[in-house]
C-alpha cells in the first residue's frame, strides 16, 4: 500500500466519524480533504 492510498484512507475514515450535520460542514470537511491529498501528492 503506497502512501497516498493510506492518506485517502485515513481521510475517508475521518471523514465518516466526524458525521457533519450540515452540507456546509461536510464541504469543509472535503475541502480539507482535498488539501491534505495535494500536500500527500507533492
Known amino acids: 500500500m ?4 493510506r492518506v485517502l484512507m485515513v481521510i475517508l475514515a475521518a471523514t465518516a466519524l466526524a458525521a457533519c450535520n450540515t ?4 464541504g ?3 475541502s480539507k480533504g ?5 500536500k500527500a501528492a507533492k
Open 2 to 5: 503506497n502512501g497516498l492510498t
Open 23 to 26: 452540507m456546509q460542514g461536510v
Open 28 to 30: 469543509k470537511d472535503i
Open 34 to 38: 482535498g488539501q491534505a491529498i495535494e
